[in-house]
């Protein structure tokens, strides 16, 4: 089992930056793939961005590419979500998932594990 919290979130206003945590414990001696979901009001979860357990490689959403950098320190079991020139259409709950699995997985049911979410919201 791998317990995920995120942290970090907050309202801002539209060009800002946040920095979101996201702290594993539990069975972290497995490599994981980490991923970023987000969930915006009335709207599905949606992929945001993922970073192989190496760090080597990630992958972004069209939406955020640019704008938004994953990344992760495995001695501290942390990944992070730098998000700068943040815009109202950001604004959504943020997720962060565990994937027991090699590569850059996309797809929500590829993940097993889940944190509770936090709120980022951005101001126009």
């Known amino acids: 089992q791998v317990q995920l919290v995120e942290s970090g979130g907050g309202l801002v206003q539209a060009g800002g930056s946040l920095r979101l945590s996201c702290a594993a414990s539990?069975?972290?001696?497995?490599?994981?793939?980490m991923g970023w979901f987000r969930q915006a009001p009335g709207k599905e979860r949606e992929f945001v961005t993922a970073?192989?357990?190496?760090?080597?490689?990630?992958y972004y959403a069209d939406s955020v590419k640019g704008r938004f950098t994953i990344s992760r320190d495995n001695a501290k079991n942390t990944v992070y979500l730098q998000m700068n020139t943040l815009k109202p259409e950001d604004t959504a709950v943020y997720y962060c998932?565990?994937?027991?699995?090699?590569?850059?997985?996309?797809?929500?049911?590829?993940?097993?594990?889940w944190g509770q979410g936090t709120q980022v919201t951005v101001s126009s």
């Open positions: 539990g069975r972290t001696s497995s490599a994981y793939a």
């Open positions: 970073i192989s357990w190496s760090g080597a490689a990630t």
């Open positions: 998932a565990a994937a027991p699995r090699a590569g850059l997985p996309t797809r929500e049911e590829w993940y097993d594990y």
